[in-house]
């Protein structure tokens, strides 16, 4: 697999804990240094706003994908490479997803592990061929984990064995793992290759 764009899931508010700032900003500019170009919904406040300013900052690419409704409430950043207006919140949703060779959640980007059953599961475009990292800084999602009932544990559980979600708390290590991914499908197929039957 081959990656170029990276979906970035961040919130808009600055983030309970300062290490989360500090993580966006790291992460903006790993994918800037890489040659990534940065997929993520377009804000310019709180983690959002400092991954994609970190990005900018070095020279990456950077494009926002927003809803027309929202623009007026919630202006997209300026300066953005690349700026997408979607009709609807469920459309955009699905932009960010299929614009991008990978998808990556910041601390605080996901309020619950719930959206890993949209974009994440097998029976989903993303769970057969894009990787999921989990950014676990100050063990974020390590917290969510314990409060997950017992579906989602599941879920998390065979998506981290299938390798499709890869949780680090290292962002240069975590960038590493997911470029690094190959399908399953992939895996399946080079091992028949090499079987005798």
Not at 33 to 43: C, P
Not at 77 to 102: C, F, K, Q, Y
């Amino acid at each position: 697999m081959t990656m170029r764009r990276v979906f970035v899931i961040g919130g808009s508010g600055p983030g309970a804990n300062p290490e989360f700032a500090v993580a966006a900003e790291a992460v903006g500019r790993l994918l800037a240094d890489n040659g990534l170009r940065l997929v993520y919904s377009g804000g310019g406040q709180g983690l959002s706003g400092a991954l994609a300013e970190a990005a900018l900052a070095r020279g990456g690419a950077v494009e926002g994908i927003v809803v027309q409704t929202d623009m007026q409430r919630n202006p997209p950043r300026a300066g953005l490479t690349e700026l997408v207006v979607a009709d609807s919140e469920p459309e955009r949703d699905a932009m960010l997803v299929a614009r991008a060779d990978a998808v990556l959640a910041l601390p605080e980007g996901m309020s619950s592990l719930r959206p890993l059953e949209a974009i994440c599961g097998p029976d989903q475009p993303l769970g057969r061929q894009k990787p999921f990292g989990l950014l676990n800084t100050g063990d974020y999602y390590t917290t969510l984990l314990k409060g997950a009932d017992d579906d989602l544990l599941e879920l998390f559980a065979r998506e981290s064995q299938r390798g499709l979600l890869i949780v680090e708390r290292d962002p240069a290590v975590l960038l590493r793992a997911m470029a690094d991914f190959r399908p399953p499908e992939t895996r399946r197929l080079e091992r028949r290759e090499d079987s005798e039957w």
